[in-house]
């Protein structure tokens, strides 16, 4: 059964750093043209943090450009959020997710987390001022 886990999430002062992993199991994540991470905070929208596209092409949120990092690992089967310089309105659940069609760079930028064929339970992320 495909599965996505996600783990290092935790409670970090403004201005750490964290790295979440996201470890795939029942399928190659290298067969996943796009995976992503999204974070959803407690009375906000879901919001779309990176998404990476064949392996090489990443995209970010205006709100974590320079700070986050994401990359994927296919011999670990796990991708990663390398998260720096972190803020009090990083404090989110943080979503891994990966694609099952082979979708174009555009439809990677844009989708939702729902539109993911396979999605992780969630790591939750607090930073605290």
């Known amino acids: 059964q495909d599965q996505l886990v996600e783990s290092g999430g935790g409670s970090v002062q403004a201005g750490g750093s964290l790295t979440l992993s996201c470890a795939a199991s029942?399928?190659?994540?290298?067969?996943?043209?796009?995976m992503g991470w999204f974070r959803q905070a407690p009375g906000k929208e879901r919001e779309r943090v990176a998404n990476i596209y064949t392996d090489e092409m990443t995209n970010y949120a205006d709100s974590v450009k320079g700070r986050f990092t994401i990359s994927k690992d296919n011999a670990k089967n796990t991708l990663y959020l390398q998260m720096n310089s972190l803020k009090p309105e990083d404090t989110a659940m943080y979503y891994c997710?990966?694609?099952?069609?082979?979708?174009?760079?555009?439809?990677?930028?844009?989708?939702?987390?729902?539109?993911?064929?396979?999605r992780g339970q969630g790591t939750q992320v607090t930073v605290s001022s």
């Open positions: 997710a990966a694609s099952v069609s082979p979708w174009t760079r555009n439809r990677c930028s844009s989708a939702g987390l729902l539109n993911y064929g396979r």
């Open positions: 029942g399928f190659p994540i290298i067969n996943s043209r796009c």
